[in-house]
């Protein structure tokens, strides 16, 4: 069965206007890119274990989604699941499209089991390596995959071509059902076990039980340099990935072109794609591409064991001895710092001078006092309380309704728009307890959104707290990509920081440093409902999100469209 999924992984459906066509039909001029995502149940074999897990059409990773710059996307999504399910465009802008952006009641009801809906936007203007995953429940543990957009015809990359570009989408696996460790960890009141396998394309490796066989081989020739699409689609872990003796070129950053930068390691949180460029220019034999954790809390458990995929140059045996490559210790914040201070747009960009709208948004864990009467079962977080976290002190609630909707339609009761601009409470957010008790860790609930002016130019800083524990959050807004102008180690201080505003990075996901603060700045020219969250998943399940709703502007180019005829129902 392994294998079977293994080498169907090679052969998606690509259906151009009702025609099944080869791969190759992806440089063709069709505008239209249509899909077909049967979201199933498909039974796998992994770390001796065989049980069933939720997939786009038996794949695991999931179908890659190609297309080109300005190609319009449909994607009929049919689910034939027995769970709730949507699935989201991660990095994809969504313009004027945010009825599609997919993250369950916040702009959709979820698809439930039989349903079908048709997702239709536009890649206007994106090119690169995003990823699609399910946005709904935890089901985005095994429902994911690439999207891979070209140039447009004959435009180049902005590197020198590559002989070969390969996907390397690194996940998390667990033996227990993903609902069933939701629910398990949410009811709990404390964290989710850890996974039991880190996977690269889906295989965990030879570090593993049973696995030895169960891993990814990449067949390289030498001399030749390959362009490798790096997504994290992990659940819960951010994570070092490195190949022994080759340096890794980064040229592209979730989908957006970068200065050259070459490291021997990187680390990515759940959200992010790297582009990188290595050159095969080793002697003849087995290098491993390793996966490892990148943990930055304190008092955390976590798998610490590598997962192991193999580039293997032509002419090596299976009984070359592979090389190992040495990942950084797990807490080694450096190797991060070392690629943000390195990661510069490839320009010219033009990030906003001005700012209208400044919002300063402290993000980190919580403890919320135990009400259950069962504790022991319930109450399982740090000092017998239920562990949450938040955005200046408010745990977003999900509501049961699709927020787009209710915004849309003017239905009262499932939000209110007073989420606030400024912590309430200011103090040492990353050394000190609010009001100097330890204690004093709790946070407030709601389903509180921030109204912004269309146009508007945004500066956020996001700005981690030691609430609980001093942690790097991987924070991803929908529906814009981002200039990340600053960022820096303890309390934002403006007269202190520097800010970049010649060459940032132009991302979609930001690792705000443990401990630490990011500056982000975008115009809100994207009308709709947006989601911004930590791309943890069990951190955005406590509670570390928040909704902005960016207005209508004047033209038609400014308004959001009618709701979708088909849309679901809640
Ligand atoms: C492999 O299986 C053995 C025996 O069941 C167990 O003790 C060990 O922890 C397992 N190792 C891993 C890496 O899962
Ligand atoms: C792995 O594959 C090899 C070659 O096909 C086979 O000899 C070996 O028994 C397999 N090992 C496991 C653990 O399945
Ligand atoms: C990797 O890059 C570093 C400098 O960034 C260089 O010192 C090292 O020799 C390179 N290693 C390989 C294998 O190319
Ligand atoms: C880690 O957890 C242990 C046991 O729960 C506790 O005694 C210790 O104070 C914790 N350390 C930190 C730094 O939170
Ligand atoms: C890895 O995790 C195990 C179990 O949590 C722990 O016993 C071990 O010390 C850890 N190893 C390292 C190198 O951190
Ligand atoms: C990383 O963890 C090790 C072992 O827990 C600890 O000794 C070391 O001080 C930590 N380093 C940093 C930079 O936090
Ligand atoms: C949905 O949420 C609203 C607002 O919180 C609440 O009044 C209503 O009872 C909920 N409906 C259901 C079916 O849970
Ligand atoms: C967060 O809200 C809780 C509950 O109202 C309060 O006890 C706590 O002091 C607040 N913390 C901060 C940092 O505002
Ligand atoms: C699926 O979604 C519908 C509509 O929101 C909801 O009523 C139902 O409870 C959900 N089912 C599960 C299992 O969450
Ligand atoms: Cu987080």
Redesign the pocket.
Known sequence: MDNYIASVILWFVLIVEAQVLPITARWSSQRSQFYDFKVQITRVTKLCNTKDIVTVNGLYPGPVLYAKEDDRVVVKVTNESPYNITIHWHGVRQKLSCWYDGPSYITQCPIQPGQTFTYKFTMEKQKGTLLWHAHSSWLRGTVYGAIVAYPKTRVPYSFKGSYEEHIIILGEYWLKDLVQLEHDALSSGGSPPPADAFTINGHPGPNYNCSINDTYKLDVLPGKTYLLRIINAALNMEQFFAIAKHNLTIVEADGAYTKPLTVSQVMLGPGQTINALVTTDQQIGRYSMSVGPYMSARNVSFQNISSIAYLQYSGSTPYNYPLFAPLPSFNDTLVIRTVMDGLRSLGPVYPPMEIDTNLFI?IGL?VQKCTSKTPLQNCKGINGGVMAA?MN?VSFVMPNISLLEAYYKKINGHFTEDFPEY???V?DFVNQA??D?PT?T???TGTRTKVIEYGSRVQIILQD?G?VTTENHPIHLHGHSFYVVGYGAGNYDPQAASFNLVDPPYLNTIGVPTGGWAAIRFVADNPGVWFMHCHMEVHMSWGLSVVLIVKNGQGKQEVLPHPPYDQPRC
């Open positions: 402290t919580n938040s002190n912590p309430l409470k103090y609010p009001n008790i004093d709790q946070s407030i707290t609430t």
